[in-house]
């Protein structure tokens, strides 16, 4: 949730800090701070967004200008309210440590109580303050040991999560860093290392990276790092290179990440296939998962995990698996499954799917499924992440990075990677080869229809002007489409903040239907697939209570356009694969929305990209 960078090395801190701050604003954004150390040792931080945290530094004293080491954080609240004190770094009351966390120590209560028994004074209501005090009383009754040794056996007291770094002017060259459950990347440079919680800040410095690993502790220096377990067993680390760029985590001309991020789709649908899908021979290779194919297409049932918008594209993923493979899928919130003690056993299979690959109840669900001797499969963003890494086979999307908060072009690649799992399960079982060959020619056409799609930003946008003010919104779907409509009012509410629902559209009649007034808007999905006449009806019934009907039809379909007040076309494709273009629509139209209500869709209200606590 929150954003961690460091810095030792040769170069100014303070501003490669900020900037790098500035690049994890999207974990969470009440708050930031930095320490530098130069002789002693400066803590500023404040309430706020960056560029607040970036004015003040202006008047840092000459001294802390030209400090070369340095650690900062961007804060979203977890334990105590967005404030000055709550920021981080956290401070011993002498002043010569300074720590940020990410993550939640569960035991901080205890350790809080025990600690002002012994006369500490605590200056923030934070889980994370503990851990400086923790780290000075431990050094105090010990002068003997190390910064690192100090930390080391605070962190055995910790139960819970945490991404830390460690600064002390006692000494001063080095960062002590220390990860268990929230990830830490370290950052190769030239006489110079970078700590960040994800490589976003990184990678403008260098593509050379190691990923720290649960359980591990690193004392980083200007002229090189250690790697040890937290019990104190030096650990060899590959050195890994990132393979994205600047240009890529930045606007690109858009006016905001997530606009950008909706017009990538086209190119990420290409990315998510390249390599993958051999359209001239019609099959597809996965290589991420070829070991294991038998083991998953024997499978005796698919639960896939997932939270957000990534549990959506896993119930698109279960109408594909069932259809296309026959293999009984279910579909499971991960904060569900983690907690209640599931039936899953060696003949199942478990998959996890995760944009970010470090969402704590996923990780959760995805280490319960492994005790229980499932296997374990990952749909992954980011490269590195912890669920990559910790699932016994898996795929990475390849959508590039994801800055927006609310996720478009992730949700578009991991239907797509689900699409290419379920024709794989299917061959040599339930689909013919010539089947197959078919749905990929048919998949080989999507980026081209939905450049296409994107052509009518400017129609959709007359249409959100009609809509902005609405308090309320409904999205119906059915089969394939279904998952779609929860889709499109989950984008609605994330970044507008006007109440939407999504419902199968058959389920109006059961409740939704007594919300429908001359001021509420349903928007339906109204392709042409089996259920095509079912949903005419559907639209009928919410005409005659003088509901405004938005409708996503296919181009040439007259009957939507007798009923509905608008109509947003676009082409005609199969059910299955459906969902990949009708979402698109529904991103364009909470974006613009949003943004006529002068909401920051980038960075909405209350929401994080990446939620490591639970
Ligand atoms: C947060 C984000 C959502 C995302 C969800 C799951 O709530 O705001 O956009 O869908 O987490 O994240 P993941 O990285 O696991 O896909």
Redesign the pocket.
Known sequence: MCGIVGYIGWQEAAPLLIKGLKRLEYRGYDSAGIALMNGSLLVMKQKGSVSGLEEASEGLSKEMKVATVGIGHTRWATHGEPSDTNAHPHQNASGDIAVIHNGIIENYSALKQELIAQGYVFFSDTDSEVLVHLIDRIWKSDPSLDLESATRNALRHVDGAYGICVISSREPDKIVVARKGSPLVIGIGSGEYYIASDAAPIVEHTNKVVYLSDGELAVVKKDGYLVKTIENVAQEKIITELDFSIEKIEKGGFEHFMLKEIFEQPAVMHDVMRGRVRLSEGRICLGGIEDYLDRLKHAKRIVIC?????WHAALIGEYLIEDFARIPVEVDYASEFRYRNPIVGVDDVVIV???????AD?LAALRTAKEKGALVMGICNVVGSTIARETLCGMYTHAGPEVG???TK?FTAQVIMLYMLALTLSKGRTLSHDEIALNLKELSHIPEKATRILELDSQIKDIAERFKDARNALYLGRGYNFPVALEGALKLK?ISYIHAEGYPAAEMKHGPIALIDKDMPVIFIATRDSTYSKILSNIEEVRSRKGRVIAIANEGDQEVSRLAEHVIYIPQSSGPITPLLTVIPLQLLAYHIATLRGCNVDRPRN?????TVE
């Open positions: 997932a939270c957000g918008t990534s799917i995760s944009q970010s690959g470090e969402t996923t908060v609310a996720s992730a994330e929401l994080a990209k990446s939620v």
